[in-house]
């Protein structure tokens, strides 16, 4: 995923377009097995504004997880945006860069954006996935899954701070 930016810094484009897809089979992260179904697809520009130079990626993929209420697999699309400021060559302080979210270094005139993407792509994903918006899970007390059926569990969720008061109040 190496960008050549050669017609771009020389002056000849003034806007430089780029698309292309990144294949990555999963990823684990602390525990998290997540498939990605289909390659990462990713577009974007080089382009200068304020006369600065800077880099606008759309990014998009389709991830396959556990639903973390009913566990059943769930398979989502996100999509993301990321940007930032282009720097030629990597420096020793970033202080001069702490108004941007993302600053990318280019060396050579060649600009390398995997690992911005990867990182992106693993920070757009949610804490929890579900398989979707409206999910029940399941009992906490049967483990019925909710979403199918409709269990017969009393939920008696007492605030142990409270429970001594219940005896105040006896069942008749």
Same mark, same amino acid.
């Given at each position: =995923? ?12 003034? !806007? ?7 294949e990555? +089979?999963?990823? &684990?992260? +602390?525990?998290? +097995? ?13 382009? %200068? ?5 800077? *880099?606008? /990626?759309r990014i #998009?993929?389709?991830?396959? @997880? ?11 699309? *996100? %999509?993301? /945006?990321? #940007?930032?400021?282009?720097?030629k060559?990597? @420096? ?9 979210? @993302?600053?990318?270094?280019?060396? +050579?005139?060649?600009?390398? *954006? ?9 920070? #757009? !994903?949610? =804490?929890?996935?579900?398989? &979707?918006?409206?999910? %029940?899970?399941?009992? #906490? ?32």
């Open positions: =995923m190496i960008i050549d930016l050669s017609s771009f810094l020389d002056g000849t484009n003034d !806007l430089l377009h780029f698309e292309e897809e990144l990555i +089979d999963s990823l &684990n992260l +602390d525990g998290r +097995d997540i498939a990605i179904v289909e390659p990462i697809k990713y577009e974007g520009e080089v382009f %200068k504004i304020d006369g600065e130079k800077a *880099i606008d /990626i #998009s993929y389709v991830y396959n @997880e556990i639903c973390h209420r009913c566990l059943k697999p769930a398979t989502n699309e *996100i %999509k993301t /945006i990321l #940007s930032g400021k282009l720097v060559g990597k @420096e020793e302080t970033d202080r001069e860069y702490e108004g941007y979210d @993302e600053v990318f270094y280019y060396e +050579d005139d060649t600009l390398d *954006i995997r690992e911005h993407i990867l990182n992106q792509v693993i920070l #757009s !994903l949610p =804490m929890k996935s579900l398989c &979707n918006f409206d999910c %029940k899970g399941l009992c #906490s007390t049967c483990g019925a899954d909710l979403n199918n059926t409709r269990c017969n569990c009393i939920q008696e969720n007492i605030d142990p701070r409270f429970e001594k008061l219940k005896n105040f109040f006896p069942k008749n």
